[in-house]
């Protein structure tokens, strides 16, 4: 039977255009998405829907990463991942029916510092995850260290305005060449409270925007209080909207024996607004060789009277640190020392209650001074 060819060619054009979406297997169609971004800790959905056919099955699979992650719930429209390294992910979302299959990909760049807040209840150790002077790590409020904290060497955290780092009583720091700064203007500041911290050659700077004491004179880069036990050699604070460091309470410097760390050692005090340090009598004995050449001009190192500072003050020592000294007494009266370039250029100025013995090359025999 001969047919017409325009009835052919009719049934042929009625057999592609009546087709629905996906009634053949041979017009599966895979869609998994435009490429986009995330940073390391986001879920990423991954989203299937808009691929072509009906009735099929899908796997979502990392194909490249610079990690170890899996997809969650791979087979199914709740499909996610969450990445743990910054870097290129690649994935491939494949659909398949029968004996038909069809491929698609897609293309997430994670880049940032990973965000940190709360309490870090876990013995924990924070690792690079970018390169260069970008932050590792961000701080988005106020972190809490309750368990051992171990940072690797070159890390760099950064902290939102206002936010700060409390290492608490049950919390312990171990750390070296960690950089804490500023992720835009200034930051709280580190407060120290735990039985161990060891800081070795770290950079601390743009804190101080706030006190974590009472006084609002004591906001620092750096704050010990209660019955924190440090050790710190070869660090930086710099830039603080305060001091330098601020020493409160029974805080007291020693030898770390773990790591061979000197007490408190070999430390830089760069353009603080306060100065390099507000601290009890009791630390100059454990003060060596500080580093006072570029702090602000017109500051002191400020000591203050404390319980305990009475009864090491006995082995402290004023040395020509480059720097005034100032004595402060518990009424908030504030007198000065002045060392500058030897210990022969000393001025003391009238404050009550305070009786010191000094000795120096050029001060033959010691001199007492004793105000009633």
Known sequence: MRIPIFLLTAAILVALFSCNKGDSDANLIAEAGPDTTAHIGDTVTLDASASFGRGYDLIWKITSQPANDTVLFADTDSACFIPSLNGTYSL??????????????????VAGAFPLHGTISNDTILGKVNSGDE???????????AATLDIIPGVIIEFADG??????????????????RAAANRWKGIHLKGPR?????????????????????????????????????????????????VVK???????????????????????????????????????TNPDLSAETENTYVVIYESTYGS????????????????????????????????IRNIEFYRHWGISMIIFGHHIEPPLLISCA
């Open 92 to 109: 491939k979302l494949r659909i398949s029916k029968g004996n038909e299959w069809n491929d698609d990909f897609m293309t997430v760049l």
């Open 135 to 145: 932050a590792d790590y961000i701080v988005t409020s106020d972190l809490t260290v």
């Open 163 to 180: 936010t700060g780092l409390i290492i608490s009583e049950t919390g312990q720091m171990v750390i070296e060449n960690v950089t804490f």
């Open 197 to 245: 911290t060891v800081m070795v050659s770290c950079l601390v700077r743009d804190g101080g925007s706030g006190s974590y004491t009472t006084e609002i004179t004591e906001n620092a880069n750096i704050l010990l209080s209660g019955s924190a036990v440090a050790s710190f050699s070869g660090n930086t604070f710099e830039s603080s909207g305060g001091y330098g460091m």
């Open 249 to 287: 309470d029974n805080a007291v410097f020693r030898p770390d024996n773990g790591t061979t760390t000197p007490a408190l050692a070999n430390n830089k005090f760069i353009s603080n607004i306060s100065g390099p340090m507000l601290i009890p009598a009791g630390v100059l004995s454990k003060l």
């Open 311 to 342: 009864g090491e003050a006995s082995e402290a020592t004023i040395s020509d640190f480059g720097l005034c000294m100032q004595l402060s007494d518990n009424t908030g009266t504030k007198n000065a020392i002045y060392s500058k370039n030897s």
